[in-house]
């Protein structure tokens, strides 16, 4: 059932949302590439890199515009929903209900009323459940069947996110054929918003002395994005996958970072009241400033997780392999490098 033709090759005709940004681009070339038929949504009219060159066709709009999304699906089979708001600070919580709740309430419907075929939803690795006390030493192994079990924390990110799967879970209670994938931290070239700027730039910064005491499972855009066309090709209708990768923790990735970047390498793992207490303060600054926090409380506590993620059923069941952090993080650092930004 992994599929020995190359991705892409069973699919004619695609439309994807979220194509300007990290992942969606990755799929949109992808796509491409194997030569699909590619319509793109986009906000501004532009799409990124060599999307143009390669015969993606932009459709204008927004998720907020059932016509636009009517309009890109009209006449193709699959629909790839990758936009979201990632933003993780509370201060945002209208706008990402609006991006990914609503969003996708929207792509939901519109899915539904033009037939297509199926659809692959992008969600993340940030709402599967996870052991949320750090009684255990190791890391604790989660996978797709781990329910998200955290909404009393009303983190925006997590929990938008998973308010979106409901949304596609009414679409298939309709009849809709949908997929839905669950990456984790995903790094590598092309990072058109800067996302993961901050983190390659972390070693560089004053505390790089130390880091929170939590895990990532690492994934590289190019591995995730092919998950996505073989979860278009062969996955069975409704089916979630994890696409994660190797597990470090915090202290490991920063020091990898910093044999890629320079800059000193953590050597003092803080506690995690301490973390926590950083994200506290540098939110209220933050609502006072008006200005996105380096470290939301947010993202304070989700770098106290010690979770692995299991990503065998993608393994077995897409052919999903995830290169080496290294590669992943070398290619990222070398495309910002280019840029002249880091
Ligand atoms: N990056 C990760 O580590 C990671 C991990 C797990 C899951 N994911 C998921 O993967 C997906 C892509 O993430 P990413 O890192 O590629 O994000 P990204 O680089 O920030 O890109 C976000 C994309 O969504 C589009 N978008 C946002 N709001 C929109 C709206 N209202 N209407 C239309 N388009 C809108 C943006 O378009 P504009 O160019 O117009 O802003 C952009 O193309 C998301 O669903 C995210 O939750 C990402």
Redesign the pocket.
């Known amino acids: 059932m992994t599929g020995q033709q190359p991705p892409g090759e069973r699919l004619r005709n695609a439309f994807i949302?979220?194509?300007?940004?990290?992942?969606?681009y990755e799929i949109a070339r992808q796509l491409a590439t194997a030569g699909v038929a590619t319509r793109a949504?986009?906000?501004?009219g532009r799409l990124p890199g060599e999307l143009a060159n390669l015969g993606v066709t932009i459709v204008r709009g927004?998720?907020?515009n059932p016509l636009a999304l009517r309009q890109g699906m009209t006449g193709c089979d699959v629909v790839f929903h990758?936009?979201?708001?990632?933003t993780m600070w509370r201060r945002q919580w209208g706008q990402s209900v609006s991006?990914n709740v609503l969003?996708t309430r929207n792509v939901v419907a519109e899915a539904t009323r033009t037939g297509i075929r199926r659809l692959v939803h992008?969600?993340?690795?940030?709402t599967i459940g996870k052991p949320l006390s750090r009684r255990a030493t190791d890391p604790v192994m989660v996978d797709e069947r781990s329910a998200y079990n955290f909404h009393e924390l009303a983190m925006v990110y997590p929990h938008t996110?998973w308010l979106a799967e409901q949304e596609v879970r009414r679409g298939i209670a309709e009849g809709l054929d949908a997929v839905v994938t669950h990456?984790?931290?995903?790094f590598g070239p092309q990072?058109?918003?800067h996302?993961t700027l901050p983190l390659l730039q972390a070693p560089k910064r004053k505390l790089a002395f130390a880091a929170p005491g939590g895990t990532r499972s690492i994934c590289d855009v190019r591995d995730v994005a092919t998950a996505h066309l073989r979860a278009a090709e062969l996955a069975p209708a409704g089916a979630h996958y994890i696409l994660g990768g190797d597990c470090l923790s915090l202290i490991e990735l920063l020091g990898l970072i910093a044999q890629l970047v320079g800059g000193s390498p953590p050597r003092l793992e803080l506690p995690d009241r301490w973390v926590k207490a950083l994200g506290t303060t540098l939110d209220v600054m933050a609502d006072l400033t008006g200005k996105p926090p380096l470290l939301s409380s947010e993202m304070a506590t989700q770098s106290t997780f010690r979770v692995r993620l299991s990503s065998a059923k993608a393994e077995a069941q897409l052919g999903y392999r995830s290169r080496p952090p290294r590669e992943s993080l070398r290619d990222a650092v070398a495309w910002f490098r280019q840029r002249g930004v880091l």
């Open positions: 949302t979220g194509a300007s940004g990290f992942l969606g949504l986009s906000r501004t927004d998720l907020s990758v936009a979201a708001d990632v991006t969003g992008t969600s993340t690795a940030a996110k990456p984790a931290a995903i990072d058109w918003k996302n």
